[in-house]
């Protein structure tokens, strides 16, 4: 509409003072400043700074919007929260990912900043950044063993390190189907991850060129077992 999605003091923008000393209403709390905004298929990574009140418990909530109305943002998807608590000199960086549906490259992306202990006040949104695409990590499983270096098994357990989403793509020599006989269930998968078995060399969506076996990995267990968000292509389960 035009107009600021919370206005304070009904007066526009309110720009952040240093440790936040100012008042009036919700004491004029500070808000955050972006400084990324990385979008993947199954959510954000964002970065950023908070400056408040020394050694206060914040609240940061993201948000996604199509557009940038105006120079400070409303939110119309709530992507998530992250809690931060700011030294003694009033400062709290964030860095994280968020794992929603809502978001897309070119999205603008806006935050608040809430205090978890009373009075609670709420800032007006942050600038708007724009949402660009996050480069992935690729991991390559290069054989059919169960487990260790170059393992389907080995790049599910990597990719489970990090928060950042990350690519599984096969390279294994020779052509026909390539069988990983499963001895065990696979880890759960509680990270973001593509897992794309049409990256094996010849395959197609009509023929598939990985299977996984788990005629020995125990009954009544899962073929894959997904916690998180995952992008699944291209498997014989």
């Known amino acids: ?50 400056n ?19 120079t400070n943002g409303e939110g119309q998807n709530l992507l998530g929260t992250i809690d931060v608590t700011t030294n003694g000199s ?3 960086n ?7 549906a809502g978001v897309s490259i070119g999205d603008s992306i806006t935050a608040t900043a809430t205090r978890r202990t009373s009075p609670f006040d709420t800032s007006e949104f942050s600038a708007c950044q724009t949402a660009t695409a996050l480069t992935i990590s690729t991991l390559t499983v290069t054989n059919t063993n169960d487990s ?22 096969f390279n294994i020599p020779g052509g026909g189907v390539k069988t990983i006989n499963l001895a065990s269930a696979l880890p759960t998968i ?9 990256s094996q060399p010849g395959a197609t969506c009509s023929q598939p060129l990985i299977e996984l076996n788990g005629l020995n990995a125990g009954a009544s267990q899962d073929g894959l077992h997904v916690s998180s968000v995952a992008d699944i292509r291209g498997l014989i389960i």
Do not use: H, M, W
């Not at 964030?94 to 929603?100: A, D, K, P």
């Not at 790049?155 to 950042?164: K, V």
């Open 1 to 50: 509409n035009g107009a600021l999605g919370i206005d304070l003091n009904n007066d526009g923008i309110t720009a952040n003072d240093a440790n936040d000393e100012d008042t009036g209403e919700n004491n004029l709390q500070n808000f955050p400043v972006i400084t990324s905004a990385e979008a993947f298929f199954g959510g954000l990574k964002v970065a950023g700074t908070i």
């Open 52 to 70: 408040s009140t020394a050694n206060t418990s914040l609240r940061i909530e993201v948000f996604a919007s199509p557009a940038c109305d105006g």
């Open 90 to 92: 009033g400062n709290a």
């Open 94 to 100: 964030f860095n994280q990912t968020l794992n929603s």
């Open 148 to 169: 260790g270096s170059g393992s389907l098994r080995g790049a599910i357990l990597s990719a489970n390190l990090t928060n950042d989403p990350d690519q599984i793509i």
């Open 190 to 198: 509680f990270r973001p991850v593509i897992i794309d078995g049409l």
